[in-house]
């Protein structure tokens, strides 16, 4: 003789109506003397615990013979455990039966009472509590939510410029949130779980200019919050301002501490500019040489240059076709060719000065900022720009631009137009901006190269990649299949490895474009497998 014990709301020892409290580890119990489970989770209970308090006044072993989930669910022995899979629709109390057999013939069944709760509504951001900072500052946005994370909640977020702030005015790639909040690789916000609130810490940069209110609007889902940027009243003193039309050349003067600036009469009435100053080898110049086709070199300190338009605005001519297409000429010629290749004396190194005439042109800025770490703008027009040594940031806003990092880990961005971006050695950002745009990797010297570059907005089948002044043994395009291979990496990003098996290992990861690669994630592809797909990467390939 057994007895089966029965899983409901009675009192142990009754064989009336047998009852045992159970409750499932790890969820929590929404009545007593029942089993708790989450709409639409499968409950297991291992057999073992469903025998341990039915017992055989004879001794014989008992065991589990049948299930049965009656309603709501499908109950099954599976291996050492029963499994009740339940409606993923259903939400309240139910219950499954189970029989036990002594091996003799004796049998008897008890119920097992189940709650199941309804899944818990994810959490929602409320409101965001915007802040204002003096700049160089943090802004921070307080993001509320309804309730207290139960799970980890998933939520799309943007950063957008607003009142005439631009993507300058921030350091979007050191943007920081509390709470261990994250970005995954599709650019969403993953909140943990028993999260109230966080915040989110936006770097803003100091660009030294006098400027009124600038504003970065935060949007998580539906809602959003505008963080302003406020003008702390230290108007920087800029060391060399030029106004009008004039062709300016302020060139540091090597070896003796001091910069010239000459300027040229542009208008009628105006007198020409011969200035000489004292250079700070450290902190560098504040340069605005304005409109016209100018020319500006600069030594080891950390400069900030902003190059005007490339032209002279009472230029009738400045937008001639001709004059185009010899801007644009000049500028690849500028982007022809190593570092080394553009100084005046290489042996000099690559902050000494460099060979304008392989870019002079009026309707043309040139920069080389030199040492330091520098902040270059070209603003409209053609530019010229070289970094030098230093991690410096490059802009070359509108117009046809040619920009070479130089040594050292460059942000170089194109702004609108047709550009060609170099970031020479180190580990580089690159952003080509609207239009098309050329990234390209040259042969640099004996030097091994081994580098990880970051382009930030390539557009596969628009912009292109060139290598065909790094690799200089490669003649065909077997050679260059050789050389390369393609990986999709996560989701978003694709990493493109050249690596001659020599001197050169170079990473350049294209973010955003993972899309495009659907069969490139089974790890490094190379030889033929990649050989469709050149064509949409690459400029300047071999036969």
């Not at 065991?63 to 599976?78: D, K, L, P, R, S």
């Not at 008897?108 to 959490?123: F, G, M, Q, W, Y």
């Not at 799970?151 to 350091?171: M, R, T, W």
């Not at 050249?498 to 170079?506: E, R």
């Amino acid at each position: 003789v057994f007895q089966a014990t029965e899983y409901t709301n009675g009192v142990q020892g009754d064989t009336t109506n047998d009852s045992s409290d159970f409750f499932l580890a790890g969820i929590e119990v929404s009545s007593e003397g029942a089993y708790a489970v989450n709409q639409g989770d499968v409950l297991k209970i291992p057999l073992s615990e469903l025998l341990a308090n039915d017992y055989d006044f004879d001794g014989d072993t008992l065991t589990i013979t049948y299930v049965n989930g009656e309603q709501h669910g499908v109950a099954t022995i599976v291996g050492d455990m029963v499994e009740f899979d339940l409606d993923d629709s259903f939400v309240g109390e139910t219950q499954f039966t189970y029989q036990i057999d002594d091996g003799n013939g004796g049998v008897d069944s008890a119920k097992v009472n189940v709650i199941v709760n309804p899944l818990p509504e994810p959490a929602e951001v409320t409101g965001i509590v915007g802040s204002a900072v003096n700049e160089g500052e943090s802004l921070v946005y307080m993001v509320e939510l309804d309730k207290v994370t139960l799970e980890e909640a998933i939520f799309n977020y943007s950063f957008s410029p607003e009142n005439g702030a631009s993507i300058y005015d921030v350091d979007l790639t050191k943007v920081t949130f509390s709470h261990g909040v994250t970005v995954n690789e599709f650019g969403q916000l993953v909140v943990p779980a028993g999260v109230p609130q966080f915040e989110v810490y936006l770097p803003t940069v100091d660009d030294i200019e006098y400027e009124p209110t600038e504003s970065f609007r935060l949007t998580i889902e539906n809602e959003s919050a505008l963080g302003d940027i406020l003008n702390d009243g230290d108007t920087a003193i800029i060391d060399v301002v030029s106004d009008g039309d004039r062709v300016d050349t302020v060139h540091y003067m090597q070896g003796h501490g001091k910069y010239l600036w000459s300027g040229s009469a542009a208008e009628i009435g105006q007198s020409q500019i011969y200035q000489l100053g004292e250079y700070d080898q450290q902190n560098g110049l504040m340069i605005d040489v304005g409109d016209a086709g100018d020319d500006v070199f600069m030594g080891a300190g950390n400069d900030y240059i902003k190059l005007g338009d490339s032209h002279a605005r009472l230029d009738e001519n400045a937008h001639s076709q001709v004059n185009q297409l010899d801007a644009q000429t000049k500028i690849g010629n500028f982007m022809s060719g190593s570092d080394d290749d553009q100084l005046l004396a290489a042996a000099w190194g690559e902050d000494s000065a460099l060979n304008t005439s392989t870019v002079s042109n009026a309707y043309i800025d040139v920069a080389h900022a030199g040492g330091g770490d520098d902040f270059v703008h070209g603003q409209n027009g053609a530019d010229a720009i070289f970094g030098g040594s230093g991690n410096d940031t490059l802009l070359g806003g509108e117009g046809v631009d040619g920009l070479r990092g130089g040594s050292g880990n460059d942000t170089l961005d194109g702004g609108i137009g047709d550009d060609i971006l170099i970031g020479g050695t180190g580990n580089d950002i690159l952003i080509g901006g609207l239009d098309a745009d050329i990234f390209k990797w040259v042969d640099q010297g004996t030097e091994p190269r081994n580098e990880q570059d970051l382009i930030k907005d390539f557009e596969v089948g628009t912009d292109k990649l060139d290598i065909s002044e790094l690799l200089g043994d490669v003649d065909s395009m077997q050679d260059l299949l050789e050389n390369i291979s393609i990986e999709k990496v996560s989701r978003q990003d694709v990493e493109i490895v050249i690596n001659n098996g020599d001197d050169i290992d170079i990473s350049i990861t294209l973010e955003g474009v993972g899309s495009e690669f659907g069969g490139y994630n089974k790890g490094p592809q190379t030889g033929d497998a990649i050989a469709p797909i050149l064509d949409n990467l690459f400029i300047n390939l071999p036969d």
